[in-house]
Nanobody, 119 residues
Framework: QVQLVESGGGLVQPGGSLTLSCVAS????????MGWYRQAPGKQRDLVAG???????NYLDSVKGRFTISRDNAKNTVYLQMSSLKPEDTAVYYC?????????????WGQGTQVTVSS
């Protein structure tokens, strides 16, 4: 079992920045692909950014150049640095861990953190 705890959400003005953090309860990055998803009211949950076990990253087109996903293996933490935020970035952001290899099929979610972009 893996617990994921997000933090760092809040209210920010358009054009501002926030950094989200996701702490895993144990060392998992060698066998779990990590991702940040978001879900706005009435909309589906979308993958915003992902980082694989080998460090490859991918991004939703609308956040490319503005968001950066990274991880600190020593701290069991994944980050999402968000800049040039727009009102349409407003959503609940969720951290996800998806298992590979011997953990294939395992899928864990954090509780979510609210990001609101508004003036």
């Amino acid at each position: 079992q893996v617990q994921l705890v997000e933090s760092g959400g809040g209210l920010v003005q358009p054009g501002g920045s926030l950094t989200l953090s996701c702490v895993a309860s144990r060392s998992i990055f060698s066998i779990f692909n990590m991702g940040w998803y978001r879900q706005a009211p009435g909309k589906q949950r979308d993958l915003v950014a992902g980082i694989t076990t080998d460090g490859s990253t991918n991004y939703l087109d609308s956040v490319k150049g503005r968001f950066t996903i990274s991880r600190d293996n020593a701290k069991n933490t994944v980050y999402l640095q968000m800049s040039s935020l727009k009102p349409e970035d407003t959503a609940v952001y969720y951290c996800n861990a998806r298992g590979t290899a011997i953990q294939f099929g395992a899928n864990y979610w954090g509780q979510g953190t609210q990001v609101t972009v508004s003036s």
